[in-house]
C-alpha cells in the first residue's frame, strides 16, 4: 500500500459527519451551508495560516464577508439555530479567528443590541451593523474581572443630567482596534446595577490597544481598553440594559456559539490528522495503516460526534424557546473539554510537523486553548451545571 493508491477527499465520511447530522437541515439551509463553505475554502483556507503567523486582523476581509451576508441568520433571515451553529462550526473548521470575529461582531455586539436596546435604537444602528458598515465589539471582562465580572463590575457609569460618564478598565475585548462601535457594560453607580451602553470608540476618553504576544486567536485583534470620563447621550444607554440579568440574556446564546467553535475545532483537527495520516509514511507505508494513528483518529471523530451531537440537541432546544442557561454551560464545558482531548491527539499524529504552523495543527492546537477559556471557564460553567443539578451553589 502506498500514499498514491489513496484519495483522502473520496474515503467514506471525508467530510467528518459520521452520523449525517446535516441531514436535519432543510434543503435551503444545506444550499446556504454549502455557499458558506465554498466561501471558506476560497477566502479563508488559503490565507488563514499566513494570518495567523502576522497576528494582525485582514480588515480587508470586511467587505468580502458582507458581500457573503452571514449575520444574524436567526433574528434576520429566518434560518433555525440548528443551521446558524453548524455555520459557526464551519467557520471554525476554517479559521477560528475569522470564526471568533463574527462570534464578536455579530454574536457579543450585535446580540446585545438586538436583545437589550429599544426598538428605535435597533432601526437606528442594526442596518449598518448587519451591512458590515460599522464593525462592534464587546466590553465586558476586565483585567481583574474575569468569572466574577457579575458582582465584580469595576467599570462605573454615573448619571449627569441627560448624559453619562464611564470610567474604568476592559481587557481581552476582541476587534476593539479597530472597530467603530463597543458595547460598554459598567456598573451604575447610583443603583449598583450593570448597565449596557453603546460606545463611539472615537469619544474623548476612549482608548484602545492591542495585546501583543497571543499564543492563541493571533489574527483576532484583542485589546485592554480604558475609559476615562467618557460622556456619551442617554440616548446611547441601552433601553433593555439594567441589570446583569439582561446581560446574561446575550451570554447564554454566545455560549452556545462558543460550544459550536469547539465543535468546528475537533472536525479540524480531524481534516488535518486524517489527511496527513492519509498522506504520510514511515517504514514503508501510510501512518493510517498503524492501529495507535486508527485509534487516536477514531478518538476524535468519537469526541467531535459527541459534541455535535449535543450541540444538534441543544440548537434544537433553543429554535423551540426550551433552552435552558444551565444547558449552554454543560455544552461549553464538555465540548471545549474534548475539543482539548481532540487537538492533542491531533497534534500527536503529526509529531514533530505537529507543532509548526505550516501543517494547520499547531495553529488548531493553539487557538483551542482561547475557545476552552472564553465565555466561562471550565469550572465556571462546571460549577453553574452543579448547581443546576443540586440545587446549591458551590460558588459566591
Known amino acids: 500500500m502506498s500514499k498514491t493508491s489513496i484519495d483522502p477527499d473520496n474515503l467514506p465520511y471525508a467530510d467528518g459527519d459520521f452520523y449525517s447530522f446535516e441531514d436535519l437541515l432543510t434543503d435551503k439551509e444545506r444550499s446556504r451551508l454549502e455557499e458558506i463553505r465554498s466561501w471558506l475554502a476560497r477566502e479563508i483556507r488559503p490565507n488563514a495560516i499566513d494570518w495567523w503567523n502576522q497576528g494582525v486582523f485582514p480588515q480587508e476581509l470586511i467587505p468580502k464577508i458582507a458581500e457573503l451576508d452571514p449575520m444574524s441568520p436567526v433574528h434576520r433571515q429566518g434560518y433555525s439555530n440548528l443551521f446558524a451553529g453548524i455555520c459557526h462550526a464551519e467557520f471554525t473548521r476554517a479559521d477560528a479567528s475569522v470564526a471568533t470575529f463574527l462570534g464578536v461582531h ?22 449598518d451593523i448587519y451591512a458590515l458598515k460599522k464593525i462592534g465589539a464587546f466590553g465586558l471582562t476586565e483585567p481583574l474581572g474575569g468569572s466574577d465580572v457579575a ?36 456598573r451604575d453607580v447610583e443603583d449598583n446595577q450593570v448597565k449596557g451602553f453603546m460606545v463611539d470608540t472615537t469619544t474623548p476618553g476612549f482608548s484602545s490597544t492591542k495585546i501583543e504576544n497571543k499564543i492563541a486567536l493571533r489574527t483576532v485583534e484583542n485589546a485592554d481598553i480604558v475609559l476615562e470620563n467618557v460622556v456619551i447621550s442617554d440616548d446611547f444607554h441601552l433601553k433593555g440594559a439594567n441589570s446583569f440579568r439582561d446581560t446574561n440574556k446575550v451570554l447564554k446564546v454566545t455560549r452556545l456559539a462558543v460550544a459550536w467553535q469547539a465543535v468546528g475545532q475537533q472536525l479540524a483537527a480531524f481534516d488535518v490528522a486524517r489527511r496527513y495520516a492519509v498522506e504520510r509514511e514511515q517504514f514503508g507505508r501510510p501512518i493510517a495503516s498503524f492501529q495507535l494513528v486508527q485509534q487516536q483518529l477514531v478518538q476524535i471523530l468519537g469526541n467531535a ?92
Open 106 to 127: 455579530d454574536g457579543l455586539f450585535t446580540g446585545s443590541i438586538e436583545a437589550l436596546a429599544s426598538k428605535e435604537q435597533q432601526e437606528q444602528w442594526l442596518p
Open 151 to 186: 458582582g465584580g463590575t469595576r467599570t462605573t457609569a454615573r448619571r449627569d443630567g441627560d448624559t453619562w460618564i464611564l470610567n474604568g478598565a476592559k481587557r481581552w475585548i476582541g476587534n476593539a482596534t479597530f472597530s467603530d462601535w463597543v458595547v460598554i457594560y459598567a
Open 305 to 396: 460526534m459527541s459534541s455535535m451531537g449535543m450541540m444538534v440537541r441543544l440548537s434544537q432546544l433553543e429554535d423551540a424557546g426550551k433552552a435552558r442557561d444551565e444547558q449552554s454551560a454543560l455544552a461549553k464545558a464538555f465540548t471545549t473539554a474534548r475539543m482539548r482531548e481532540s487537538v492533542a491527539a491531533g497534534r500527536n499524529i503529526l509529531g514533530g510537523n505537529g507543532i509548526v504552523a505550516d501543517y494547520g495543527m499547531a495553529k488548531i492546537f493553539s487557538d483551542s486553548e482561547a475557545i476552552y477559556s472564553y465565555e466561562g471557564t471550565q469550572e465556571i460553567n462546571t460549577l453553574v451545571t452543579g448547581r443546576s443539578i443540586t440545587g446549591i451553589a458551590a460558588f459566591v
